[in-house]
């Protein structure tokens, strides 16, 4: 006889199978603080906080398994008590919970160097929209048993399934870091900073912003001070730099003020000055661009951005407008695909039912 399951599954599952007998939705969320991301999904909220808790942690084997609901700060102080981290900095935006940031998908400053979220997911378990648990992956690094499905969880922003206990691969926190900034313009910032990723230097984030360009160098001190010597610039005090680079994480620089629309870009790093020059916003090496852009440009800013063989986001939409299809259309072969793992995981259409295309 299989065990019991916990009261709040059993709840859920009832719940999701009710759902997709009937032909309703489920809105899945945590914290709520990416509700901005993305349109706005239809149906009945299930909050997941209430699954909340760290199952099991290994400082030695760099491994942590957590539940979805468990908030992000509380499981990023934990880690921190054993100089350990998230390395690829996941923003909070407020109350952020780790099955947010899975779904989400959102990286920080060092994702350029330290890679994204997918690339630190070794497993997850889930539920359906069959109201099914599912598991996949593992609990160790080296797991290359078939298809790696785990990895389609981070950025699905829950359309493909309820996300309950998420493996984790951390990582030690750096043994020295500095910050130096240099006054440049864009295109000089994007040249420096292909030529700097060419060259064995310890660059963990970078970002350029109104006239200055900031480089973090974290790794072994001696790493550290050759490549300050290198690069040049001003180097910040500790408490200057570590204010810089969080508000970049959370988006509380100025340039994230203001309610005109925000575009997310994904580039290739040579890409030249997008947009009027030397304005927005440039991270991870040149390789993503942040753009202030009235919605009614958009399709015009998405056209050249593929171009470039990129993408585009409308990743906030103005004051009191709003986008279709904030993550850009799909080519054919591409929607295909994304339809079919729907219908996979969740035919009936029971979670985040519009969040990422109008129809499903």
């Known amino acids: 006889m299989a065990d019991p399951l916990d009261p709040v599954l059993a709840d859920w599952q009832a719940r999701v199978r009710r759902a997709a007998a009937s032909g309703h939705a489920l809105v899945l969320q945590g914290g709520g603080s990416k509700r901005f991301l993305g349109r706005s999904p239809m149906g009945e909220l299930l909050d997941t906080r209430v699954w909340s808790g760290i199952r099991s942690y290994e400082p030695t084997e760099l491994v942590v398994t957590v539940r979805s609901g468990t908030p992000l700060a509380e499981l990023e102080a934990v880690l921190a008590e054993r100089g350990q981290m998230l390395a690829f ?70 359309t493909l399934g309820l996300l309950l206990d998420v493996s984790l691969k951390v990582m030690p926190l750096p043994a020295a870091e500095r910050t130096v900034r240099l006054s440049m313009t864009q295109a000089d910032a994007l040249r420096s900073l ?25 790794g072994a001190a001696s790493a550290v001070e050759a490549a300050i010597k290198k690069i040049g610039g001003e180097v910040l005090e500790p408490a200057a730099q570590q204010a810089f680079w969080r508000a970049l994480r959370e ?7 203001g309610s005109r629309p925000l575009w997310r870009l994904s580039v290739p790093s040579c890409e030249e000055t997008i947009g009027a020059a030397d304005s927005g916003l440039i991270e991870w090496g040149g390789a993503l661009r942040w753009l202030r852009t009235p919605v009614e440009e958009g399709a015009a800013l998405v056209e050249h951005v593929a171009r470039q063989h990129g ?40 979670f985040n039912r519009a969040r990422m295309y109008p129809d499903w």
């Open 251 to 257: 988006q509380t620089h100025p340039f994230f003020a």
């Open 311 to 350: 993408s585009a986001m409308c990743f906030r939409a103005g004051e009191g407008e709003s986008c279709d299809v904030p993550f850009g259309r799909l080519s054919p072969a591409l929607l295909g695909l994304h339809r079919r793992l729907k219908a996979a995981f969740d035919p009936a259409g029971v």
């Open 89 to 158: 900095e996941p923003p909070h935006f407020g109350l952020a919970t780790v099955g947010g940031m899975v779904a989400a998908g959102l990286s920080g400053p060092r994702r350029a160097s330290a890679g994204a979220v997918r690339d630190h997911l070794l497993g997850v378990t889930l539920m359906d929209g069959r109201g099914d648990i599912l598991r996949f992956g593992g609990q160790v690094m080296k797991n290359v048993a078939g298809y790696d499905v785990s990895r389609l969880m981070a950025g699905a922003m829950g």
């Open 194 to 218: 292909n030529r700097w990723g060419g060259q064995p230097l310890p660059l963990s984030a970078s970002c350029w912003v109104d006239g200055l360009l900031h480089v973090r160098l974290s």
